[in-house]
């Protein structure tokens, strides 16, 4: 499986910005989606994730009411919609497939820039 993210770009505080995972090779409808960020200087940490019907979505709480995460199997593509976009959004962003708590397949990340 080879995952592709793109749609990193700068944008101004309070800007919006779409970042799309296209995902190739032996891809499988069973595995969840998740979109992972590592600001400089700090760990890597979860963003968001959705089960692949779409049923269960997750955000992590310093996201949540302003980022959407939505997924288009026909087009193997998950989807980061981020909005209301603040300076300490600022990160490399990754998306990432899995199953059973382990992410097993990477993409290899995009950059935010979001100037104040």
């Known amino acids: 499986v080879q995952l592709q993210a793109f749609g990193g770009g700068s944008v101004q505080a309070g800007g919006s910005l779409r970042l799309s995972c296209l995902a190739s090779g032996r891809t499988s409808s069973s595995y969840r989606m998740g979109w992972f960020r590592r600001a400089p200087g700090k760990e890597r940490d979860i963003v968001a994730a959705?089960?692949?019907?779409?049923?269960?979505?997750w955000y992590a709480d310093s996201v949540k009411g302003r980022f959407t995460i939505s997924g288009d199997n026909a087009k193997n593509t998950v989807y980061l919609e981020m909005s209301i976009l603040k300076p300490e959004d600022t990160a490399v962003y990754y998306c990432?497939?899995?199953?059973?708590?382990?992410?097993?397949?990477w993409g290899q990340g995009t950059l935010v820039t979001v100037s104040s």
């Open positions: 959705i089960t692949p019907a779409g049923d269960q979505i």
């Open positions: 990432a497939q899995g199953q059973h708590g382990i992410w097993n397949y």
